[in-house]
């Protein structure tokens, strides 16, 4: 369905999204991005993280209301729907790393949440 | 390198494979160059579990060599070559590569001969015909999936054990499905008329239609020359679109036949005890290979043999003398085992018979006439005692293990006298657990103590476990027994982040205080939490507190459900459950739940708790929803904690003509006093009025029987998975007994069990069972008693109606938003389509961009 839409990926534009106390501590919250779920995530050092909000094990829109912890030190978050973990650092499936959300750049800038372009993994 | 010898493997399945890793593990490769060539188009696979090839995602789920290739120089595997000749006094096999067509003459020092055996197809008219299959690779799979598509029924012809597999296969392709059998009953080789009996009685309650003692005539076709049923003889036809012939193997013994080997008379290639031919450059393992003139058709004597022949080209002493043709499987779901001498033909000797045709349980023991040894045994239904008796037996060159004073013991079901478990215990280190990899309790005890700390190291480490799983339970047995025998603690860390369990954090939130999670990781944990301590402790401290679920910092902590005070659904909607204690509801209330379900929209269902749901309702609508349930005096039903859900009632002496006691009114008053409470699992109760027990309440946590002289009190019942009937704790109780009981019972369970762990199998793992949940709750042994009433009696005081004070405070309110930047823009990923009226949700195969669908949804 998204083939007739515009390629968004290239976007260089930084999209205002939010205040940063607006995404809880250690918890996510969804946003819509250039008409996209994204779930937005702070980490306990206050960095934040912007990843698809589908869960591709589920096919819905849920990864913001998963549960944020951290495995061996990296921070991931559990599909609230059957508990995958994902690495809120590149989005890929800590349990299967052939599965990976996709993830927006994303800046903090005086207090203000800026989704940037869709990345392109490596 | 011209010393180099080289050895050429002819066929690349289970057994070929454990040759050619038995040759890597002792060093044959020091002194030969192994080719091995196989004739699928893949390395070799798990044949055993084919079946499961389905719900593979793909071929290389089931693949023993995943890569494809032997991680050593000296190892070279070609497959989709297949051999065509062999020249024993040149010393070649040509080889035909099948995808190109080129044909290779290959030298061998030394031959192994693992060509298998292929499915039998007996002469029946009409075999030609497309839709007929045999069952024995993954491309035959692969073509009966195909086939599969187009057609609604199947036919097995073949009632033994892999005849049982193939229709198993069909029943996931979603056939109706026959099974036709000549033998007048099920898997003839392995049991009896009465075993086979009960395994029919099994396999028709899943809808298979089991034909056994008849004769095929004709595979019948319709015009374009497929396949559109079976004639039996002298009989009736099946209708089917799918024939698959499982009427057993035949060795492939054709390249020994063409170039002169000795052959078995009732085929295969005829093999001494060190699996050599009659060519003394030549060997033959697996099912190709007739040791003694016998065919083997199972994995392991071929394992076995691969075994043999490694240690014969090392000149070692291997002999491979028989096999042991145990055989335990779950066949379409029904535990089957089948060992030593299953037909008592031993002179002399004795049946023991235990048979429950409601239950579908046969169990047979054959005994020595004096009653001392095992000889052999069928069970069906229930195999669970397989892995205690099958080392027990005895034969011509083992003694076995004596047996006990009352062997009947061994088949009794646990409430009738029999042994549960522990039998792992008695058994000596050489028993054999694993018969398919020949793996000895010995061996798993040296891998215990060698490091291997569960099931999984273990199964790396040993084998066991790994060809037909049966004696996975057996092997977790020994590996608790070791643990308890040498006082070594089994881990009971909760997850990465704390090592302790949930009870001890149960203990130390009661002794230190502690209120939220932070205090809780600084004190006792590392890291940052995970969704699993997260939400134990958000469970804990609301079963000690009773703090609102989204307050202070607890919100980030809770389990989707709980975060949003519903149920999450498969599109990431929610469904709603009010409150309706005892299954009572006024027509009012009956009216307003429908008017919310009407006026937003929502698919509603009555719940098996006697409550209703209200499903599709999307997160931002939620407060909406309780505003108007909560004007209307409805509370949450919490249906989304893992806390009480329902105390289901029937409808009491009040109405009944049968009940002697008021259900309902008991049953309200429970519900009443335990919602909210915060569980490790969730709590379900039941209170019936009278003996007849129409609400089932001995299918719940705790369940309440009247009798004419007050209550009888049954606990650790559960639907669900595990089913289990609740047991008696106490009876003949008056009102108050009763609730204090409950009272301490619960409370009882909130603090020791493991997170998830329901109160069946909690009580099952209290040392003592259900008669130490009497000692503390009826005799109270602990002295606990009053402090767990008082517990229950602070919850009772504190509980607030969840969803009243959700709406009561807007920063609670502030997270029910579909988008932070959008609040009132619906999530375009829900959306539904309707079903018998209803809404239902539709399935979308990625994320939705919002401007290319238009969200159909809940109706504002």
């Known amino acids: 369905m998204t083939a007739t839409l515009p390629d968004h990926t290239t976007t260089d534009e930084w999209e205002p999204v939010c205040r940063l106390e607006q995404v809880p501590a250690e918890a996510g919250v969804a946003a819509l991005v250039r008409g996209e779920a994204v779930a937005l995530f702070r980490d306990h050092r206050d960095e934040v993280y912007a990843l698809s909000n589908v869960c591709p094990f589920a096919r819905a829109s849920v990864l913001s209301r998963g549960i944020v912890g951290t495995r061996s030190g990296v921070p991931f978050v559990a599909s609230p729907m059957k508990k995958q973990p994902f690495r809120l650092a590149d989005g890929v499936c800590l349990d299967d790393e052939a599965v990976r959300v996709d993830t927006w750049d994303v800046k903090v800038d005086g207090g203000v949440v800026l989704v940037g372009a869709k990345r392109t993994p490596a | ?860």
């Open chain 2, 1 to 860: 390198m011209s010393n180099r010898q080289r050895l050429v493997v002819v066929g690349h399945g289970m057994v070929g494979h454990r040759f050619v890793q038995a040759a890597v593990e002792r060093g044959l490769t020091d002194t030969f160059d192994v080719v091995i060539l196989g004739e699928e188009p893949r390395a070799a696979y798990d044949r055993v579990a084919l079946t499961s090839y389905f719900s593979a995602t793909c071929a290389e789920e089931l693949s023993l060599l995943p890569g494809g290739s032997y991680d050593h120089d000296a190892v070279e595997l070609r497959i989709s070559t297949e051999v065509v000749s062999l020249d024993r006094a040149a010393r070649t096999v040509t080889a035909r590569d099948k995808v190109t067509g080129t044909e290779t003459v290959l030298g061998y020092d030394q031959l192994v001969l693992a060509t298998g055996a292929a499915p039998f197809v007996p002469p029946v008219p009409g075999r030609e015909h497309d839709g007929v299959f045999v069952y024995r690779t993954i491309e035959d799979l692969d073509a009966i999936r195909e086939a599969s598509h187009t057609a609604t029924s199947g036919i097995v012809i073949g009632g033994g054990l892999l005849g049982l597999e193939a229709a198993n296969a069909l029943v996931q392709l979603g056939l109706q499905t026959h099974v036709v059998e000549m033998a007048p009953r099920l898997m003839p080789v392995q049991l009896d008329q009465a075993g086979g009996s009960t395994l029919v009685r099994h396999i028709e309650k899943l809808g298979v239609n089991v034909h056994a003692g008849v004769m095929t005539q004709e595979i019948t076709a319709g015009e374009t020359g497929s396949v559109d049923g079976l004639q039996l003889k002298d009989s009736y036809k099946i209708d089917a679109q799918v024939v698959v012939f499982s009427a057993g193997v035949r060795p492939r013994d054709v390249l020994g036949r063409e170039s002169g080997l000795e052959i078995a008379e009732r085929g295969g290639i005829l093999v001494d005890d060190q699996c050599h031919t009659s060519d003394e450059r030549i060997w033959a393992i697996g099912e190709c290979a007739a040791p003694a003139g016998r065919m083997y058709g199972l994995v392991a004597p071929g394992y076995d043999m691969a075994e043999v022949v490694a240690d014969a080209l090392l000149d070692g002493p291997g002999r491979f003398t028989g096999a042991d043709m145990s055989t335990k499987l779950k066949l379409l779901g029904v535990d089957v085992a089948s060992f030593g001498d299953a037909f008592a033909t031993t002179e002399g000797s004795l049946e023991l018979v235990y048979s429950d045709a409601v239950a579908g349980v046969y169990k047979k023991l054959v005994v020595t006439e004096d009653g001392t040894r095992l000889l052999g045994g069928i069970l069906v239904g229930d195999a669970a005692a397989y892995g205690i008796l099958r080392p027990m037996v005895a034969t011509s060159t083992n003694p076995g293990i004596a047996l006990p004073e009352n062997p009947e013991e061994l088949i009794l079901p646990a409430s009738r006298g029999g042994s549960t478990g522990g039998g792992v215990a008695a058994l000596p280190d050489e028993a054999q657990i694993c018969s398919c990899n020949n793996v000895s309790k010995g061996d798993i005890v040296h891998a215990v103590e060698d490091g291997c700390e569960d099931v999984a190291s273990v199964k790396s480490c040993t084998n066991a476990g790994t060809t037909c799983g049966s004696c996975v339970t057996s092997v977790k047995a020994i590996i608790e027994d070791h643990f308890a025998k040498t006082g070594r603690e089994v881990s009971k860390a909760l997850c990465e982040h704390f090592a302790i369990s949930r009870a001890e954090l149960f203990e130390v939130v009661k002794i230190h205080g502690y209120t939220t999670f932070e205090a809780v990781l600084e004190a006792h944990g590392t890291g940052r939490g995970c969704d699993i301590c997260k939400p134990t402790v958000a469970s804990v401290l609301a079963s000690q507190f009773n703090e609102h679920v989204l307050g202070g910092t607890h919100a980030g902590l809770q389990d989707t459900n709980d975060a949003y005070l519903a149920n999450i659904q498969k599109n990431g909607s929610y469904s709603v459950v009010p409150r309706i204690p005892g299954g009572e509801v006024t027509p009012e209330g009956l009216i307003v739940i429908g008017e919310v379900a009407r006026d937003f929209g929502l698919y509603t269902k009555i719940t098996g708790g006697q409550r209703i749901d209200m499903f599709g309702a999307r997160m931002e609508d939620l407060p909406a929803i309780w505003g108007r349930l909560v004007d209307a005096g409805f509370e949450s039903g919490h249906a989304y904690g893992k806390s009480l859900r329902t105390v289901k009632s029937c409808v009491g002496s009040e109405w009944c003509r049968y009940g002697v006691q008021e259900s309902v009114s008991m049953a309200i008053r429970l519900e009443l006093r335990y919602r909210g409470l915060r569980s490790p699992h969730k709590l379900k109760g039941g209170v019936s009025g009278c003996a007849r027990e129409c609400a089932e309440a001995r299918g719940k946590d705790f369940g309440v029987i009247a009798t004419d002289k007050g209550w009888n009190l049954y606990v650790g019942g559960n639907g669900g998975m595990n089913p289990a009937h609740a047991q008696l704790l106490a009876g003949d109780l008056d009102d108050e007994t009763l609730i204090s009981y409950l009272d301490r019972f619960l409370m009882y369970y909130v603090r020791m069990a493991d997170r998830l762990q329901r109160t069946a199998p909690w009580i099952d793992s209290l040392e003592g069972g259900l008669d130490r949940v009497k000692a503390v709750v009826v005799d109270d042994v602990l002295g606990l008693g009053s402090e767990l009433e008082e517990s229950m009696e602070r919850h009772v005081a504190t509980y607030e109606d969840e969803w009243a004070a959700t709406l009561a405070d807007p920063q609670k309110l502030e997270r029910f938003v579909s988008f932070v930047n959008a609040p009132g823009t619906p999530d375009p990923n829900i959306t539904f389509t309707t079903e018998r009226d209803q809404i239902r949700p539709e399935n979308h195969a990625g994320p939705v961009v919002l401007g290319t669908t238009i969200p159909v949804g809940a109706s504002r």
